[in-house]
């Protein structure tokens, strides 16, 4: 009698890998999503104590978060797209590590530039 599989469904292949960034991702977007509420929310409060934590956003550890919260946000929104296509469309399981690869080569093709952009700006002190 053959032994049944036990474990994941991935077992750490790509999709395992998509499915963890994914989720991460997504918590690390809901995470700034919930401090910006909370420091725009501070403009209502305090005028002058919202432009004290703007002011302390301006350095270039910030300017590196920036670029990740980009980077986690461009990730997240691609391959949700992959998602709901191999979810909705009928032959999307057959692509959907193909679909992977194109997200993430996408992913670099867009973030490339970005960061330079951006790596310029904190090398600059802008």
Do not use: C
Request: hydrophobic content about 55%.
């Amino acid at each position: 009698m053959p032994k049944a599989s036990v474990g994941t469904l991935y077992r750490g292949h790509e999709g395992m890998w998509s499915w963890v960034a994914h989720r991460i991702t997504g918590v690390l977007v809901f995470f700034f999503l919930f401090a910006h509420v909370l420091d725009t929310a501070l403009v209502r409060v305090s005028p002058n104590d919202y432009n004290t934590v703007i002011a302390t956003y301006k350095n270039p550890i910030v300017g590196l978060l920036e670029a990740g919260l980009v980077g986690a946000v461009l990730y997240h929104a691609l391959n949700g797209l992959r998602v709901m296509a191999v979810d909705f469309w009928g032959k999307g399981p057959r692509f959907q590590k193909t679909m992977l690869w194109s997200v993430v080569v996408l992913w670099v093709v867009l973030m490339v530039p970005f960061l330079i952009v951006q790596l310029g700006h904190i090398a600059q002190g802008a």
